[in-house]
């Protein structure tokens, strides 16, 4: 067969095997998934703050967080209610670059959002690359719906994880579940090994 022919049938996503973690199904649109309303707070009050367990506590204006270097990202996401979505399109600035000369004796954080929401982490979950606050999706910026300004982005874990409207991360000595984690979510969220809720 010749390869155009090939690529165009084999690179249809569904058709991949092992890419869909275990109970997933593939989506092409993008659902909307938010408890309670979305709040739209004014990029000019707006900030993104580390603190917690730090011996400094940085704080970032929009105008500060977004002339940071930043990374154009590339990920499948995988919500617990079972869509999967692929090669979603992301810019953002990663955890990496906003933890350096951050010190901390924190192995946890607990990220939290403008409307209240929480969700916890180990901090090895957002480092080396793994996480982002996430600020364009598809070449845009990112619309209010689905997290915009500024969400976390943690396309490892399960997609409740991907804290929208985040402000705010807060490193803890402890683990200390989040929103959905104290209402019988999983406390780590793994799609691969399908820890949905508490137990599994
Ligand atoms: N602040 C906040 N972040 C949130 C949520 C939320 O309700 N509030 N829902 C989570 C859940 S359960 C999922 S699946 C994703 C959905 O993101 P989306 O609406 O962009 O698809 O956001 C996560 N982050
Ligand atoms: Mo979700």
Not at 13 to 30: K, M, S, V
């Amino acid at each position: 067969m010749p390869p155009i022919t090939r690529g165009f049938f084999g690179r249809r996503p569904d058709a991949e095997p092992g890419r869909l973690p275990p109970g997933q199904y593939l989506t092409h649109d993008f659902p909307v998934l938010s408890y309670g309303p979305t709040p739209h707070t004014p990029l000019e009050e707006w900030s993104f703050t580390i603190d917690g367990a730090v011996d400094s506590s940085p704080s970032w204006t929009w105008d500060e967080l977004t002339a940071l270097p930043s990374e154009m990202v590339m990920s499948d996401i995988h919500c617990v209610t079972k869509w999967s979505k692929f090669d979603t399109a992301w810019r953002g600035v990663s955890l990496d670059t906003l933890l350096e000369g951050v010190d901390t004796e924190g192995e946890y954080l607990v990220a939290s959002c403008d409307g209240g929401y929480t969700t916890n982490l180990p901090l090895a979950d957002v480092t080396d690359g793994k996480a982002w606050i996430a600020y364009e999706y598809a070449g845009e910026p990112l619309a209010p719906e689905h997290g915009g300004p500024a969400r976390l982005l943690v396309p490892h874990l399960y997609f409740w994880k991907s804290a929208k409207w985040v402000r705010k991360i807060t490193l803890t000595l402890y683990d200390e579940p989040g929103f959905w984690e104290v209402n019988g979510y999983h406390d780590y969220g793994d799609p691969w090994r399908e820890q949905r809720y508490q137990g599994d």
